[in-house]
């Protein structure tokens, strides 16, 4: 079956803005209303789709395009499952959950509000690429992103876009971070070539990349500890490396969803958080926290232990089962 697109519109809402302030907030409050229109549109245009096409099962992912696809199938009776990565289940997922069929989680189920009699914790599908990295693999992982084997890799990443307050701290405790070990920091492609010229040239200790398109599992593998954002999917990839790793959050996303993704990790001691308000004041808590995860090897090796234990290697098989299963 061909691609076929719905329009679809999202409710804007930010966790570090008050609600009445953003009632107020005049373009936003304009975004909102026009896009409930691109809801109802979304909607119909969904019901003649799936009229047409009549699908056995209707399958969503969450996010804000998923709302007219699951009300539709509501409407038309078709059996709804969804999958919600984040510990924080998002608006549309609420909203689908109270009549999907099945719902499958990434986080644990007493993370969320979900019926127990037909939510199952199965975790996050990820690439098989993402596997544990053992000495002599993480080494030649080193050798062959040219930075020196017998150094302390520490890699910062924000995700394909990057994350502004993750670079420029980087950037500004850089000379700090090459005491500890060589640095590769992705940076995303709107923020490199104002980074490039801030940062040294590359080589065998320091590597700045706008984006790795393949081979991120390498790279991530060959690090000794990673400093990244809290994404739901890039979590469970870590922990699939059983990578040491410290989450700096975005607060700012709505439902502050970061935030909880990342206390779900850190209440089992699977990783180390930083809170962005306080690095962004004193951008030596980087380098501490780096360090403090370096100078204690067999704390690290507990906290990746603990991680490794979130995975659910079969997730993509059992979201398949799920979805099957609904077939009438």
Not at 97 to 103: N, P, R, S
Not at 142 to 157: C, E, S, Y
Request: hydrophobic share 45%; with cysteine.
């Amino acid at each position: 079956m061909p691609v076929s697109t719905v329009v679809g519109g999202k409710f804007r809402r930010y966790n570090h803005v008050s609600m009445l302030r953003q009632l107020f907030w005049g373009s936003v409050l304009i975004l909102n209303i026009r896009d409930v229109f691109l809801v109802i549109a979304g909607f119909i245009q969904s019901v003649v789709k799936l009229t047409i096409w009549r699908p056995d099962v209707v399958f969503t992912k969450g996010g804000y395009v998923c709302l007219p696809v699951g009300v539709a199938a509501r409407l038309l009776n078709i059996p709804l499952v969804i999958h919600d990565s984040d510990a924080h289940p998002g608006l549309t997922n609420r909203v689908l959950g109270k009549w999907a069929t099945l719902i499958a989680t990434g986080a644990p189920l007493e993370y969320y509000s979900y019926p127990a009699n037909k939510s199952r914790y199965v975790g996050i599908p990820i690439a098989p690429e993402f596997q544990v990295f053992l000495a002599t693999k993480m080494r030649q992982a080193k050798v062959d992103w040219g930075v020196n084997p017998d150094r302390p890799l520490i890699v910062a990443t924000g995700g394909g876009l990057g994350a502004g307050r993750i670079n420029n701290t980087v950037v500004l405790v850089l000379k700090d971070l090459l005491k500890l070990g060589s640095v590769i920091l992705v940076s995303g492609t709107g923020q490199y070539d104002e980074l490039r010229s801030l940062t040294p040239p590359n080589d065998d200790n320091f590597q700045l990349h706008s984006f790795i398109a393949k081979d991120m599992a390498t790279l991530l593998g060959a690090a000794d500890v990673v400093l990244t954002r809290a994404g739901a999917t890039t979590i469970l990839e870590l922990a699939a490396l059983a990578k040491p790793t410290i989450l700096i959050p975005n607060g700012k996303l709505t439902g502050g969803h970061q935030l909880k993704n990342a206390a779900v990790y850190l209440k089992q001691n699977a990783v180390k958080m930083i809170d962005e308000n306080a690095m962004l004041d004193n951008p030596k808590i980087m380098v501490d926290a780096v360090r403090q995860v370096l100078d204690d090897p067999i704390g690290a090796s507990k906290m990746a232990r603990n991680f490794a234990s979130f995975v659910r290697p079969d997730a993509a098989k059992d979201v398949a089962e799920m979805i099957i299963s609904c077939v009438k």
